[in-house]
Every structure is written in structure tokens, then in C-alpha cells.
């Protein structure tokens, strides 16, 4: 039985991401920051399909904030990587995002997309790479 909002609890969200999700330890990846209530914080794991690309690839980190209406919430900016010259890259940042989103739709968890506008590119390697910029919010 799952637990109600529980989903977006570090612990909860981290198990998930590897019991439910298949995306394990993955060292061989650079941190990422994350802007978080005022702060930049490194994130806490690196989670991927694969240890070398191409693999749905995440990074997740605790917000220090709690929402009210969403209890807990862990950002998980999901994407997906290929090899490149200059070693794993991002390809697309809507495809491992809507590959989770639809595991998590058909178990039944809710999944609701969320337009932020934040769809400016990214310089990833040799390559501009945009997100349609929409986030998806999954819980139970």
C-alpha cells in the first residue's frame, strides 16, 4: 500500500527511481546544481539505466521546502544521453520524462503535466537541446 503523498519523499522517490523505474547508481556522471529555495545544492544521486550512454539518465535532489499541498516534493530532471565526442550528452530532455510518466500513469500513480515555459536551450556539447518546457508532477 503505498503511503498517501508519498511520492515526492527523498527515500520514497529514490526507491522508486530504482525499484520501479530500473535506474541504478550511475558514477560515471558529472553533478549537476539545482536552484532550491535560495540555494544552489550539488544533487544527492545519479541514477541511469546504463553506467555508459545512450540511457535515460537522472539526478535527484530533496527540496528543502514543503509544499502544502504536496507534502514533499524531489526533482528529478530526467533526460535522456548519448555518446558524443566529448563523452555522454543530452539528446532530449522529453523523452526519459514522458518514459517515466507513462510506468508511473500505468501503475497508478497520477502524472500531470505542467507547462513552466522554461524552454530555453541547452548547449550540450556540440548541440543545442531544448525541453518542450513542461514538467510532469507524479504522485500518489
Sequence with gaps: ???IR????YTT??????????????????????WNDGFCDRQ????A???LAPRNHTRLKAARWIDPQFTHITASPMHHDVLST?????DSFNSARDWAAQKYQWAGYFAVYSFTGNNDPRWQCDV???SDGYYVLARD
Aim: hydrophobic residues 45%.
Design 49 to 51: 539505466e546504463n553506467p
Design 128 to 130: 543545442w537541446v531544448a
Design 13 to 34: 522517490a529514490l526507491s522508486k527511481t530504482i525499484n520501479f523505474l530500473g535506474l541504478d547508481d550511475s558514477l560515471l556522471a558529472s553533478d549537476q546544481w539545482m
Design 6 to 9: 508519498s511520492l515526492g519523499v
Design 44 to 47: 544527492a544521486n545519479n541514477q
Design 86 to 90: 566529448c563523452g555522454d550528452k543530452a
Design 1 to 3: 500500500m503505498r503511503g
